[in-house]
């Protein structure tokens, strides 16, 4: 597929490269030998999940996936591989960066002109085009990638129409599936899919992914990228909003908040309610959702390690804190009550 020229990106962000203009991977190593030894085996999975807290590098081993099977077509020749590194200069690397690889398709938030904004959710027109996608002979001869960024903006009709082409995968297809909260997604997309879970970085490999950003390096001092690192609980995402959005201060007063739970300091609530309204708070606004989001993920975790029965319940707000936050996003609405209703249903899940 071809990128339209200056068309906004809902997956870039400002001030760093695309993961699939990015060729190093920092962690992960057990998942990238996974992917490998899958692929150079010939046993490769037409549907992988890949799960983790938002930021943590889940794209940027989706795309070393695909540049690596896009400049492999035979598995036999990647055999033994240690890793899925392929040069930037490679030709199929080089058209994965520009999108233009014919082999190559990414379902994503697509750009509304007439808004000016991004659509909420992946609709089912753009999952309708992996149909066709994958209907075509693979203009190199070789595999087909589809990667999905993120599985969680699906609607429900898009998942449905995306189960039908995972019922029925084609011949020598990959479908890698992105999600920070995979229980939330339909059970039988989850079926179809083989696991890989991603571990939060080690805040000095978030430390490091940082301190490679020429922009956001010549930006920020030492001390403020090293405090962003340990606050940043593993995501690069957390990290550069940190930055962004004196967000050190923010961290601490929703952390606050989050660990009162399940009383609730309505003084305090209103005041970060009021905060994040503000004109320009958009940033701050984002890194509120993420720590939520964290927060969920991390008593996700908790609970399935204890063995308890109501994980469904966490996976349940989470994605419907995400989808508010989209809409309040993408129809620019009063963020007052997103936070103050946020809170109160975390409240009420912690009280249970």
């Known amino acids: 597929m071809s990128e339209a020229e200056g068309v906004p990106e809902s997956d870039r962000r400002e001030g760093c490269p695309h993961p699939r203009e990015t060729e190093g991977l920092i962690g992960h190593r057990a998942a990238e030998h996974e992917l490998a030894a899958a692929y150079g085996s010939n046993r490769m999975h037409h549907a992988w999940l890949v799960s983790g807290p938002e930021g943590i590098g889940k794209a940027t081993l989706a795309y070393r996936l695909a ?19 392929v040069p930037m200069d490679h030709p199929a690397a080089r058209r994965v960066a520009r999108l233009s690889h014919p082999d190559l398709l990414v379902l994503r938030r697509g750009w509304n002109a007439d808004r000016k904004a991004f659509y909420g959710d992946i609709r089912v027109d753009d999952v309708r085009r992996a149909t066709g996608f994958f209907g075509s002979t693979a203009g190199e001869g070789g ?47 989850r079926s179809r899919c083989r696991a890989l879970s991603l571990a939060p970085l080690a805040s000095s490999e978030v430390r490091a992914v940082l301190g490679g950003l020429s922009e956001i390096a010549e930006e920020h001092d030492d001390d403020a990228l090293d405090t962003a690192a340990a606050l940043s609980e593993g995501s690069v995402a957390h990290a550069l909003s940190l930055l962004a959005s004196d967000g050190a201060s923010l961290h601490r007063v929703v952390s606050s908040l989050l660990d009162r739970l399940p009383d609730v300091d309505v003084k305090a609530s209103h005041a970060l309610a009021e905060d994040l309204a503000k004109r320009g708070a958009e940033q701050r606004f984002g890194l509120f959702v993420s720590l939520v989001g964290d927060w969920l993920h991390a008593r996700v975790r908790a609970g399935a390690a204890a063995g308890e029965a109501r994980l469904a319940r966490f996976a349940e707000v989470w994605e419907k804190t995400a989808r508010a936050a989209r809409d309040t996003e993408t129809f ?4 007052r009550p997103f936070v103050l209703e946020t809170l109160a249903q975390l409240a009420g899940l912690a009280r249970r």
């Open 67 to 85: 540049r690596f099977v896009l400049a492999h077509p035979d598995p036999a020749e990647a055999a033994g591989a240690a890793s899925l590194a």
């Open 143 to 189: 595999w087909r990638v589809a990667i999905v960024d993120t599985a969680d903006d699906m609607n429900g009709a898009a998942a449905n129409a995306l189960l039908k082409v995972l019922e029925e995968p084609p011949p020598r297809a990959i479908f890698v599936l992105l999600s920070a909260a995979p229980r939330g997604l339909p059970a039988p997309v």
């Open 332 to 335: 620019n609405l009063d963020r």
